[in-house]
């Protein structure tokens, strides 16, 4: 019987009502004839699924059965045919036909294959796209044999079935084909997808389908080629801002998803066939896209359009992204979506118009990712570390790419010529000068050099200030090393008139004169030697206003640690020019981070033997404390801010924190910064006693001197204070002084100072050296009072063997010497009766003070060999280093602990402070409480723990 032609969905099971489905060799029906139908699913389960349309590739025809109705009586007129056998019952034919309302993948949306708008549908592992036979791409040409293959697909070339958000999506390219121009017609803008509905998945024992009609565009927002946003893979219900710095690859859309790029051949370095028209998209060396900018002249986030739709404040930024398919060797690259309108070599364009990220306070930089970097006028970015130059994309602000680790130099003729200028006279250089600055990440010691044995130049490193070339210039009024220094000057400031472009510059700032609040884009490592290597492109946006980059103040030590002079530098480079912006110094010398607000501030009053232009501010970068007096010996706090930038004008209101600008310094009308929070500058006596330390080495060019290897802690104590010491930085001497003469030394000097004056910050001062001293001789007190409680001999000094005939319980250290062990415990505790006059060296200098204490056991009798072991010395040249003040006498150790303290107290003009105070560490002030009263009490606690040894 033919029940006659029938009108069916394609991707809907083709089903029949009565049609017996226990049919084992049928159970889902017999396709007797046609074309478009799946043959995988039906050749695995008998499932019939169209899967191309009626006008292009015909009927499919397919015979129901139902088992025979017979009876067992053996009368065929009652119907007996053999029953369990199925017999063919009707036949029908099928047009199939694309679906009415199919699910849809809209490619401009980028969300993948969705039921309703916004609603994805979600697939497991099991899932893929229905695919038979294969396609030539070559335009104009169609293998004319492919159309005839059973179940003829017809869009898988160009989808793909991705994971997403814990799913898997499918996603389509296009909904245009070049062989619909051709006389056989094959293709449809559709994606088939197939998938398990029983079984385990791996092994199904039923299939469903799925239809998707692509297209490239649907009406309604969002659903076109044009974006102002993009939606948010994870949840299609959301969009995301397009804003610049959002990377558009490396996959724009899924096209030719795993294959390899269209590149033009032969062509050094590749280009990819991907080009953008405009300036809101930008191409690195990858291929891979990038939103760079969205106003060209306005600076508000997204600016309202006028009537006439234009922008409110500046022509909006907008670019047009042509790409290409790679469809293989037989149809090479070819234009994405051309055949919209006809054939074309050209592809459809993709247009997006971005706007500008946000910035904080409305997000959390750098935490949220479409949150912009916030700098300031004056502000500087180190990039150092980025692999080759930096690339600047988009600049409404004016910036500069400088390198302030770069040396120049001009060749000089010899020292003679120079006016006899010997490296040591640079030593006079304040210490941004000589002791190295930003940029040199301790790699530069120096920003000056003479290289007089090598290339016989004069070298500076970074870019010269006014300020530098005046310090500079006081070294020598020789007029060959002046137009030397002038020749520096000039090419260093080389940068600031045409930028740097090589992979050393690597300081991003914004503190060109002429610099005004706008938005930057740049790239980095997007150099052909960096894609080479495989490293990644990264585009960052940063956005720039005012006030003026507020910066903080790095403290720059000298060289030498008894130096007086000190630099107090601000940390912003100011586009590599300080000169153009004027400074406001203050410092407090009451100044309590725990209480901030009871601060007297006073205006720094630049030096009047400074050229004029600093002593009203201008370049006043740096502020120098030096010198001999009661300032630079005690703590000071400074603190900073700078006004002269035209893109920060002056609006009229108070200035900010309150404190208004002094008259005797530059006022231009701008607007200044705010203040830099307090940095501690300590003074002389405490970067004395932090860099001499028994834990440091006192010097740092290894390449001069050579290491000192004493480590232990009393041949660093030294000898018994005796006379002031030499405070130079000569190795030779630094090496040869004691901590307690180098102490006391430091400690007499400040006293010196405060004899007419009782000054808080001094007196501070002379307590932490005092405490210093204090518990050196605590030391040895503690090591002496050890050394009796413990009388038990060492090792054997030489080899670990003991010499021939020696008897351990017939010796004591100090034999031959003391006539008994008792004697030599008493005199580690008080000393000895006798004294003994300092040990000096040929050249009459004190090497050793023993007085009334026990000198060392070389006198070449029993003891010695005791002695020796005792204490691990193999002779007296080692013995004297090690122990510069002999042994014993703890109890006159403590005295002089708590006899400094005492003198303290009986001087009129100092007064004990018990406040904390700060130390730097790492740049940065510690608050800190040393408690110099308790050190004092456990100085005189430790006499009377030696009175009960001692005989009544």
């Not at 290409?324 to 234009?335: A, S």
Request: glycine share 10%; charged share 15%.
């Amino acid at each position: 019987m033919f029940a006659g032609q029938f009108v069916w969905d394609i991707g809907d099971q083709i089903t029949d009502p009565e049609h017996d489905n226990a049919c084992e060799d049928f159970p889902h029906g017999f396709l007797y004839e046609g074309q478009p139908y799946n043959p995988a699913i039906y050749g695995a389960t008998g499932q019939i699924f169209p899967v191309n349309s009626y006008d292009v590739h015909g009927t499919l025809e397919v015979w129901w059965y139902v088992a025979s109705r017979g009876t067992d009586d053996g009368n065929t007129q009652n119907g007996n045919y053999a029953p369990g056998i199925f017999w063919p019952h009707k036949t029908a034919l099928y047009q199939p036909e694309w679906p009415v309302t199919p699910y849809k993948i809209v490619v401009a949306r980028r969300v993948g294959g969705e039921i309703t708008e916004g609603t994805p549908r979600v697939y497991d592992t099991h899932a893929s796209l229905y695919h038979t036979g294969g396609f030539s791409a070559t335009l104009g040409v169609l293998d004319s044999d492919q159309e005839t293959i059973p179940g003829w697909n017809p869009n898988d070339e160009h989808a793909v079935i991705l994971p997403v958000a814990g799913g898997y999506r499918v996603f389509a390219a296009r909904d245009d084909f070049p062989w619909t121009t051709l006389t056989n017609y094959s293709g449809h803008p559709y994606v088939l997808v197939q998938f398990p509905t029983a079984g385990d998945g791996a092994n199904p024992t039923a299939w469903g389908m799925d239809v998707f009609q692509v297209l490239a565009e649907d009406v309604g927002v969002d659903n076109d080629l044009d974006y102002t946003d993009l939606v948010n893979q994870a949840d299609p219900t959301e969009t995301v801002p397009l804003v610049a710095g959002m990377p558009l690859s490396p996959v724009l859309f899924p096209i030719n998803y795993g294959a390899p790029e269209c590149f033009v051949p032969n062509l050094i370095p590749p280009d990819p066939l991907t080009y953008s028209v405009g300036d809101a998209v930008w191409l690195d060396r990858k291929g891979g896209a990038w939103v760079i900018e969205a106003e060209h002249d306005g600076f508000v986030q997204n600016p309202l359009p006028d009537p006439e739709g234009n922008s409110a404040l500046g022509t909006p930024s907008v670019s047009d992204v042509y790409l290409w398919e790679n469809w293989g060797p037989d149809g090479g690259c070819q234009p994405w979506l051309s055949f919209r309108s006809g054939l074309s070599t050209v592809p459809e364009p993709i247009r997006f118009r971005p706007q500008w990220p946000l910035v904080p306070p409305a997000c959390a930089f750098p935490n949220d990712a479409l949150c912009a970097r916030p700098l300031k006028i004056g502000q500087s970015v180190d990039q150092s570390g980025q692999c080759g130059t930096i690339q600047v994309l988009h600049d409404s602000v004016g910036q500069r790419i400088i390198d302030p680790t770069r040396w120049v130099g001009v060749t000089v003729g010899d020292q003679v010529a120079m006016g006899n200028i010997a490296l040591n006279d640079f030593q006079n250089l304040p210490p941004h000068l000589y002791a190295g600055e930003i940029g040199g990440g301790g790699e530069f010691p120096d920003r000056i050099r003479w290289n007089f044995n090598a290339s016989g130049k004069l070298e500076f490193r970074g870019i010269m200030s006014d300020a530098d070339q005046y310090y500079l210039d006081q070294i020598s009024n020789n007029v060959s090393y002046l137009s030397a220094i002038a020749a520096l000057y000039a090419a260093s400031r080389s940068q600031l008139i045409a930028p740097e472009e090589d992979a050393a510059a690597k300081f991003v700032t914004v503190g060109d004169a002429a610099a005004i609040p706008g938005w930057i884009t740049v790239a980095f490592q997007n150099d052909q030697a960096c894609v080479d290597a495989g490293l990644p492109v990264s585009v960052e946006v940063w956005r720039v206003d005012c006030p003026p980059f507020t910066g903080s103040i790095r403290v720059i030590q000298p060289e030498c640690l008894f130096s007086e002079k000190l630099a107090m530098q601000f940390s912003g480079d100011l586009g590599g020019d300080p000169d153009q912006v004027t400074f406001h110094w203050q410092y407090s010398l009451d100044y309590d981070p725990a209480q901030p607000e009871l601060a007297q501030w006073d205006d720094y009053f630049p030096s009047n033997s400074l050229p004029p232009t600093m002593q009203a501010g201008t370049g006043l970068r740096e502020v120098l404390i030096e010198g001999a007096s009661l300032f630079t010996l005690q703590d000071s706090w400074w603190r900073v801010r700078y006004r002269g930038y035209a893109g920060c004008p002056g609006d009229g209101n108070p200035l900010p924190q309150g404190v208004a600008w002094p008259n005797f310094i530059a006022n231009d009308g701008t607007e200044p910064s705010l203040f830099t929070e307090p940095q501690l500058a300590e003074g002389w006596v405490k970067r004395v006693v932090r860099q001499l330390t028994p834990f440091d080495q006192r010097f740092s060019d290894f390449h001069e001197t050579p290491v000192n290897t004493i480590v232990d802690m009393i041949a660093q104590a030294g000898i018994r204070y005796e006379q002031n010491v030499a405070l130079n930085c000569d190795p030779n001497n630094l090496d040869a002084i004691g901590l307690i003469e180098a102490y006391s030394t430091v400690m007499n000097r400040a006293k010196s100072f405060s004899a007419a004056a009782s000054v808080d910050g001094v007196n501070q001062a002379i307590e932490l050296v005092a405490s210093k001293v204090s518990d050196l001789y605590m030391l040895l007190g503690n090591e002496a009072y050890a050394d009796a409680m413990d009388p038990t001999l060492g090792v054997f000094a030489g080899g670990g063997e003991a010499p021939a005939g020696y008897n351990p319980l017939a010796a004591f250290s100090f034999q031959d010497q003391l006539p008994s062990l008792l004697e030599e415990e008493l005199a580690l505790l008080r000393g000895v009766s006798d004294t003994r006059a300092p040990d000096k060296n040929a050249d009459n200098q004190t090497i050793a003070t023993v007085y009334n204490r026990i000198p060392w056991n070389f006198t070449s009798g029993v003891g010695q060999v005791a002695y020796a072991n005792n204490y691990q010395l193999t002779n007296v040249t080692q013995a004297l280093q090690t122990y510069p003040q002999g042994h014993g006498d703890a109890w006159g150790h403590y005295l002089q602990a708590t006899k400094l303290f005492y003198k303290l107290l009986g001087d009129s003009t100092f007064t004990w402070i018990t406040e904390s105070e700060s130390v730097l560490v790492a740049g940065q002030p510690v608050e800190v409480g040393f408690m110099y009263e308790r050190k004092f009490a456990e100085a005189a606690a430790a006499k009377p723990a030696l009175v009960p040894p001692l005989p009544r």
